[in-house]
């Protein structure tokens, strides 16, 4: 079976998934959720789009400056769900002035619904923090 189609279709879910990051768009951001969608962010564990956008929402609030990038990622299709794994690199600078560089990795898991491409799971795991200079 041919998954080019489903492996694009995914790749461009996590580049507008990180492009919503850097625009603080949360609706976007949303977007990319499966209504029933699990999050699971250092330590925490948010179930449900509304929830996980709230939890977000209040995430981002404690930044000044988010710059999210994409690294490498690889892709297992199967019918109307998928799983993959994400590197990036993100540069961030707190309401309080600290910054720091962040490696990280996402593990996901995909569903289709009505015809797109969304996030059921997502798990992050931060792999290094370093200071940076704001």
Do not use: K
Request: aromatic share 12%; hydrophobic share 45%.
């Amino acid at each position: 079976m041919d998954t080019t189609a489903d492996e694009l279709a995914i790749r461009d879910l996590a580049a507008r998934y990180i492009d919503a990051v850097n625009r603080r768009d949360a609706e976007a951001w949303g977007a990319t959720w499966s209504e029933q969608g699990i999050w699971e962010l250092l330590g925490h564990r948010v179930e449900g789009r509304e929830a996980v956008v709230a939890f977000w929402n209040g995430a981002m609030a404690g930044f000044s400056f988010t710059f999210m990038m994409l690294g490498s990622g690889t892709l297992a299709i199967e019918g109307d769900r998928a799983s993959g794994r994400w590197y990036l690199t993100e540069h961030l600078v707190g309401v309080d002035g600290s910054a720091s560089m962040v490696c990280g990795m996402y593990e996901d898991r995909y569903v289709r619904e009505q015809g797109e491409w969304r996030f059921a799971e997502r798990r992050y795991a931060i792999l290094r923090q370093t200071p940076a200079p704001a």
